[in-house]
């Protein structure tokens, strides 16, 4: 009976950083999304295309 519970605390801490990874990639998404605007309203095409692939990077 032990084992199980082991078990099912381990199962929940992961299901927790899963959660917790996928909130912390939304969040940065958000952000670069807003950088990527502001670099388009400035005509930065430099930060517009490393921002750009750092997008693209996370949603990978």
Known sequence: MDQMKVSYEVMLSLAAEMVWDEALRRHR???IHYEI?????????????????ELRALER
């Open 29 to 31: 998404a958000e952000k």
């Open 37 to 53: 605007d502001t670099a388009l309203a400035q005509g930065d095409k430099s930060a517009f295309c490393q921002l750009t692939n």
